[in-house]
Structure formats: C-alpha cells, structure tokens
T-cell receptor, first 113, second 116 residues
Framework: DAGVTQSPTHLIKTRGQHVTLRCSPI?????VSWYQQVLGQGPQFIFQ???????GRGNFPDRFSARQFPNYSSELNVNALLLGDSALYLC????FGVGEKLFFGSGTQLSVL | AQTVTQSQPEMSVQEAETVTLSCTYD???????LFWYKQPPSRQMILVIR??????QNATENRFSVNFQKAAKSFSLKISDSQLGDTAMYFC?????????????FGTGTLLAVQP
C-alpha cells in the first residue's frame, strides 16, 4: 500500500502570493493532520481533519486554512505569504481521530522569497 | 499547556554501540501517549516507538527501547547495536489521551550521528 503522499515536493513563492499544498492519506485512513516544521525546530501542529470536519487548530493566523475531501485527501491553503512561512509542511494520516499512530508524508518544502 | 524538552541538540555514537537520547515533558494529565519519531535526510517522519502512559511496561521495538519514568516525566530512547542507517534527527512527542484531537507536541529534536 502507498504511504502518505504529498505534492508538490518543493515550491517557491514570493511574498503576498497564495499557495495550496495537497495530501493523500494512507488508504482507509480518515484523519489528516498538517504540521509546519521550521528549520532547526520540531513540527508544529496546524490542523486536524477527521471525516471532513475540523477537529483541531493550532496557533496559526487565519491566513492558514484547510479542508478535507470525501475521499479523505486534504488541501492546506496559505494566503498572503510571508517570509516566515518558509518551512517544511508535513501531512500525517491516521485511522481515526484520537490516540492513533500518525504516519507522515515526506513533506512539501515551501520557500517564500 | 504540555511541553516537551530534548536537552541534547546533537549526539554521536560508534557503530554497534548503544546510545540513549533524553526527553522530558510536562503535563498535568495522567493518561497520555509518548512517541519517538526519526527524521532522516529524506525528511519523512518515521515512527520509532510508542508508549501508553497507563502501561508500566516499557515499550520495545527490536533494537529500540524506552525508559519511561512517569513520576519523573522522563521518556528516554535507547538504541542498541547502532547502525549507520540510524543517523537521523530524533524527535520526542506527546499526545493527550481522550482529547478531541490527535495533536502531537514535539520537542526540538536530537541529531544523532552514527560513526563507522
């Protein structure tokens, strides 16, 4: 079975632009979470979606939004990009919403110039 | 709020030897999960081991084992017979039990280098 897949792998944007990152969970997994990992730090929780509903949101501005589709894939959108949004964005999936092991993709490296 | 602290930014070990990575955490909850994840240069976070706080027995996965000291809020990872492929960033992480989300709270990581 395929693992968690994310696209694109790398992305370069300029300040003020908008970006959409995509994630496909492991087959059968209904929960998708997004994390931001700035260089030299541990990942920070952004969102969790379970059965297409938002289950949790981290301490990120409203410029960050996400959604989950009927096939459980997910998109993370970031508006009005800032230099500080440059980071590795990781997607993780799990079977259910709580207490399960999270399986991560290889991430999307976003550079904002 | 829960916090996770990894006080060793970098560590080095010789191939075939044993190394222990430290992690402490802070929480007022009695039930929770603790994890160690490995992040090699490929950037993918790989689950190494999981511990449920209500289980007294320390988790083991092949060459990886933990020393879980609940009272001390300590959760160290021991890697036995270190291999070159173990070279990676290692993150300790905390998850609440029974909460509304499966949010992981990560430490800042320990970069482990296995020397030939």
């Amino acid at each position: 079975d395929a693992g968690v897949t994310q696209s694109p792998t790398h992305l370069i944007k300029t300040r003020g632009q908008h970006v959409t990152l995509r994630c496909s969970p492991i087959s059968g997994h209904k929960s998708v979470s997004w994390y931001q990992q700035v260089l030299g730090q541990g990942p920070q929780f952004i969102f969790q979606y379970y059965e297409k509903e938002e289950r949790g949101r981290g301490n990120f501005p409203d410029r960050f939004s996400a959604r989950q589709f009927p096939n459980y894939s997910s998109e993370l959108n970031v508006n009005a990009l800032l230099l500080g949004d440059s980071a590795l964005y990781l997607c993780a999936s799990s079977l259910f919403g709580v207490g399960e092991k999270l399986f991560f993709g290889s991430g999307t490296q976003l550079s904002v110039l | 709020a829960q916090t996770v602290t990894q006080s060793q930014p970098e560590m080095s070990v010789q191939e075939a030897e044993t190394v222990t990575l430290s992690c402490t955490y802070d929480t007022s909850e009695s039930n929770y999960y603790l994890f160690w994840y490995k992040q090699p240069p490929s950037r993918q976070m790989i689950l190494v081991i999981r511990q449920e706080a209500y289980k007294q027995q320390n988790a083991t996965e092949n060459r990886f084992s933990v020393n879980f000291q609940k009272a001390a809020k300590s959760f160290s990872l021991k890697i036995s017979d270190s291999q070159l492929g173990d070279t990676a960033m290692y993150f300790c992480a905390f998850m609440n039990y029974g909460g509304a989300t499966n949010k992981l709270i990560f430490g800042t990581g320990t970069l482990l280098a296995v020397q030939p």
